[in-house]
T-cell receptor, first 113, second 116 residues
């Protein structure tokens, strides 16, 4: 099992810039979800992709967008960065099975200044 | 909308002792799944234990067990024989049983401190 890997581990961007975060899913997993975790809080669901299509979205504006590739790797893109986007961004992969938990990566710590 | 509440921001326990972390949730659904995740300083969320709402039997994974009270909407985690490696943030999470709803809804977490 390869697990979930995310890159980069840390990133500092300026307000108004755009950022792309990357995630490599666990081998055999066809579903990827992205979460945003502000300091001292639980994660918040951004969106989920299944077979390259977005099939679920949380309360995040359209400037948060994503992609899932045929090899099930994924990207989270954020445009027009705001200071409140500073957070740990977690990627999680799974099979499309309601009962299963997700396998998480170690996240990307994004700081917007 | 579903909510998850963890009322203990921080708990401490002596090594080798037992500790219970509390979690309550609110939902109108009858089919759902509950999870406990551990987040050590490495930041990776690690699944500790999961419970299907339709199962009355409480889930157990080695030193970790849950007390699932469906009517009371309570889902507590018991850690027996606490070890230094158990120190971490613990999050309770809810997932709907509906196929159209995939998101995990999380509590704010409980920081567990293990005293040697």
């Amino acid at each position: 099992e390869t697990g979930v890997t995310q890159s980069p581990t840390h990133l500092i961007k300026t307000r108004g810039q755009q950022v792309t975060l990357r995630c490599s899913s666990q081998s055999g997993h066809n579903t990827v979800s992205w979460y945003q975790q502000a300091l001292g809080q639980g994660p918040q669901f951004i969106f989920q992709y299944y077979r390259e299509e977005e099939n679920g979205r949380g309360n995040f504006p359209p400037r948060f967008s994503g992609l899932q590739f045929p090899n099930y790797s994924s990207e989270l893109n954020v445009n027009a960065l705001e200071l409140d986007d500073s957070a740990l961004h977690l990627c999680a992969s799974s099979l499309l099975d309601r009962a299963r938990g997700y396998t998480f990566g170690s996240g990307t710590r994004l700081t917007v200044v | 909308a579903q909510t998850v509440t963890q009322s203990q921001p921080e708990m401490s326990v002596q090594e080798a002792e037992t500790v219970t972390l509390s979690c309550t949730y609110d939902t109108s659904e009858s089919d759902y799944y509950l999870f406990w995740y551990k987040q050590p300083p490495s930041r990776q969320m690690i699944l500790v234990i999961r419970q299907e709402a339709y199962k009355q039997q409480n889930a157990t994974e080695n030193r970790f067990s849950v007390n699932f009270q469906k009517a009371a909407k309570s889902f507590s985690l018991k850690i027996s024989d606490s070890q230094l490696g158990d120190a971490a943030m613990y999050f309770c999470a809810y997932r709907s049983g509906r196929d159209s709803n995939y998101q995990l809804i999380w509590g704010a977490g409980t920081k567990l401190i293990i005293k040697p």
